[in-house]
Structures are given as C-alpha cells and as structure tokens.
C-alpha cells in the first residue's frame, strides 16, 4: 500500500508540473478585427506575450472577434466558444454593454478570470476594466471644437452606434461642454449614428452634409470608423480643408493624412496597443492570483499638426504593428 500511495503521490506531482509548464491559452476579444485600433490592441497583446515569455511565464494568446463591430450575436458566440474551450483568462472588447453581461457572467462563474477593455460593462463582476476615460476624451474634443469655433457657429455630432459604451461616453462629453462652454453654439444633428464600417459612415454624413452643409460650421466623429467616412464625405461636398472645422476621435492611416492635408483640425487619443498589452497582463495576473486595480486609466490626449511628430506620440498615431503582428 506504502507503495501504491507513494505512486500516486510522484504521479499528481509529475502531473501539476506539467499543467504548470503548460502555456496559459488567453483569449482576446475585440469588438472588430478590421480597424487599425483593434490590430494595435492586438500587437500590445503579443508584445505582453513576448514579455511574459521573458519572465518564464507562458502564455498564447488567441486573437478573434466579429468581422463587423455591429455584429452583437457573433461576438457572444465568440465568448461562449471560449468558454467551452476552458480557457485560462479572456480579455474582452464588449460590443454591447449589456448584451455581453451573460456571457462575461458564465465565464466568471465558471472560474475564467475576464478583463474588459475599451468599452465598460453593465456589470462589476470582470476583474478589472482597462480604458481610456472616454468622457473626458469627449471633453477634450468639445473644448478643441469651441475654441476653433470662436464659441459661436453650428455643429454636427455623429454619433457611432446603439450600445457601444465607449462611444456613447464620448459623445455625452462633448455634448456636456459644449452646452456648458459654448452655449451660443448650435447643434444641427446630435443623433444620428455612423454604424459600423468607413461606409455606413460615410453614406450618414453624405446625407447631413446634403442637409446642413451650407450652413455647418464644425463637426465631430466619436471614432475611427466614423471619422474617416465624415473625412470622405467633406472631402466629396467641397468642405474640407478647414472651411469645416473637423475633430475626431482615434486615429488612423486616414485620419493622419487628413491632419497633414489640413482636412482636420485635430483628434483626441488614446494607446490601443498599451490597452492590449494591459489587458493581458492583467488577466494574468488575476489568473494568478494577484490583486489587480478594479480599474487601470491608460490616458487621453488631443493630437493637432503641430504635436503630431512629437516622440510622445509615437507609438500611438504610428504603432510599430509589424514588430508584433508579422
């Protein structure tokens, strides 16, 4: 018997050691696979990868999300996959702030660490939440957008999409300065949303151009996506370079040739590739053990043709996207 229990003894400890030698498998969700926000989220994610590795910690990270940022559905499906698959922690870019509840509750309850990044949750339940304070950035814009206005003159705010809290939290932002702050000027629209992709976006702004555009004097895209088909359509009515003044948020190949071009007039900021890389490292330690803050505040700034070659903002209007994801 004294022989038997010494067996099994060599055998749970042979076999804790290889789980332990195991790679952690954390799956990192984004709200779209497309923009180039998202792919620099994914390059912070293999940069922590890398650094971990370093460390002697292993992990792989599993990059996948819905195609298109509209599709909810998928995006569950994603979670739930993961779920099934038992992995270790997860790292989420919520496209809905309710919608994704269940789902980050089944993964919770399940004993996988989650993450959010990005865009908050309806609930508290996550270990942490990795994000820019959005409706500061909205702040930020607003105050950019006034001041270039003289306080007077009329605006167009396009919104992204229904649901997405990230966007939503910008856009409250810079509702409330500019009602606050510049209280002679006036909103022609505040309530349509771009949808998805470069070209819902741009056929929403086509249509409040062709509605305001003799009288629109400023206007403001809450993110990438929108931004650029509000750049494309300006361009397309005759009303760029300045004769509307254009502020956005994110960047982006487009969005920083339309500064250079003098076709926009600035954009507020965040690091989507220090939100990736956050994220995983967070995850993991959660999965570790470690405390981790409930919330972790990567910053905000405002980029204009004159910082934009700064070596601070480097990383972020040119992330180094080939060193990690080639």
């Given at each position: ?5 010494k ?6 400890v042979l076999a ?10 954390i799956a ?10 998202w792919k620099?989220?994914h390059a912070?994610?293999v940069?922590?990868q890398?650094?971990?590795?370093a460390?002697g ?5 599993i990059w996948?999300?819905?195609?298109k940022?509209?599709?909810r559905?998928?995006q569950?499906?994603?979670?739930e996959?993961f779920i099934?698959?038992h ?18 509750e ?10 959010i990044?990005d865009s908050g949750?309806a609930t508290p ?5 990795v ?18 206005l ?8 396009l919104?992204?999409?229904?649901g997405?809290?990230?966007?939503e ?6 509702l409330e300065v500019?009602?606050k702050?510049?209280?002679a000027?006036k ?9 998805a ?16 555009g ?8 809450s993110?990438e996506?929108?931004a ?6 300006l361009?397309d ?12 948020f ?5 969005l ?5 071009a003098?076709?926009?007039?600035g ?9 990736g890389?956050?994220?995983?490292k ?7 053990g ?6 972790i505040?990567?910053g905000v700034?405002?980029?204009?043709k004159?910082?934009?070659?700064d ?10 996207l080939?060193q990690?994801l080639?």
């Amino acid at each position: 018997m004294k022989t038997c229990f010494k067996f099994l003894t060599v055998s749970l400890v042979l076999a804790t050691a290889l789980r332990a030698a195991e790679p952690l498998n954390i799956a990192v969700i984004p709200k779209g696979t497309t923009h180039e926000f998202w792919k620099s989220i994914h390059a912070g994610a293999v940069k922590a990868q890398r650094e971990l590795a370093a460390s002697g910690i292993a992990i792989n990270v599993i990059w996948k999300g819905p195609l298109k940022e509209d599709d909810r559905e998928q995006q569950v499906q994603v979670v739930e996959n993961f779920i099934g698959r038992h992995v270790d922690g997860i790292v989420l870019a919520p496209l809905d702030s309710k919608a994704l509840v269940a789902p980050v509750e089944t993964a919770v309850r399940g004993k996988i660490p989650v993450v959010i990044i990005d865009s908050g949750l309806a609930t508290p339940i996550a270990a942490s939440f990795v994000a820019t304070d959005n409706r500061e950035g909205g702040r930020i814009a607003a105050r950019h957008l006034g001041q270039l206005l003289g306080g007077k003159g009329n605006v167009i705010l396009l919104r992204y999409q229904v649901g997405s809290n990230s966007t939503e939290e910008r856009e409250e932002g810079f509702l409330e300065v500019m009602k606050k702050d510049f209280p002679a000027i006036k909103f022609l629209s505040s309530d349509q949303h771009a949808g998805a992709t470069r070209d819902s976006a741009k056929r929403v702004a086509e249509t409040l151009l062709s509605r305001y555009g003799a009288t629109v004097n400023g206007v403001f895209a809450s993110n990438e996506s929108a931004a650029s088909g509000m750049l494309l359509a300006l361009r397309d009515a005759g009303l760029a370079g300045g004769k509307v003044k254009f502020v956005a948020f994110d960047s982006g190949e487009a969005l920083n040739a339309g500064l250079q071009a003098g076709d926009l007039q600035g954009f507020v900021v965040q690091n989507p590739m220090n939100m990736g890389y956050l994220g995983v490292k967070t995850v993991v330690a959660a999965i570790r053990g470690e405390k981790v803050p409930a919330r972790i505040d990567i910053g905000v700034g405002f980029v204009t043709k004159e910082n934009f070659n700064d070596p601070a903002m480097a990383d972020i209007v040119h992330p180094p996207l080939d060193q990690y994801l080639k």
